[in-house]
Nanobody
Framework: QVQLVESGGGLVQAGGSLRLSCAAS????????MGWYRQAPGKQRELVAS???????NYADSVKGRFTISRDNAKNTVYLQMNSLLPSDTAIYYC???????????????WGQGTQVTVSS
């Protein structure tokens, strides 16, 4: 089974920076894409940023220009560099991997445990 371990969350002041990491281990046959989602209290989970295994990126409009997603394919790790943080960025951030099954290659998702990011004003 694939395991995802997130780290890097915490409490920061507005305008500060934080870097999230998500490392995958286990029976990894192949990865299609990696991404970060977040969920604030009373709101739906939303996509923050994603990156394909070939490097194509996608960002939510609310974080474009402030956040950067990157990955290390050799380490099966995805990062989210968050700069110029705002109180509205406060949420639980979840790592997501879209994986391939080893036999058929069909896609499936795995989620990290979530890490709390709190931005004070």
């Amino acid at each position: 089974q694939v395991q995802l371990v997130e780290s890097g969350g915490g409490l920061v002041q507005a305008g500060g920076s934080l870097r999230l990491s998500c490392a995958a281990s286990g029976n990894i046959f192949g990865i299609n894409a990696m991404g970060w989602y977040r969920q604030a209290p009373g709101k739906q989970r939303e996509l923050v940023a994603s990156i394909t295994i070939t490097g194509t990126t996608n960002y939510a409009d609310s974080v474009k220009g402030r956040f950067t997603i990157s990955r290390d394919n050799a380490k099966n790790t995805v990062y989210l560099q968050m700069n110029s943080l705002l109180p509205s960025d406060t949420a639980i951030y979840y790592c997501n991997l879209n994986l391939k099954t080893p036999i058929s290659g069909r896609p499936y998702d795995r989620w990290g445990q979530g890490t709390q990011v709190t931005v004070s004003s």
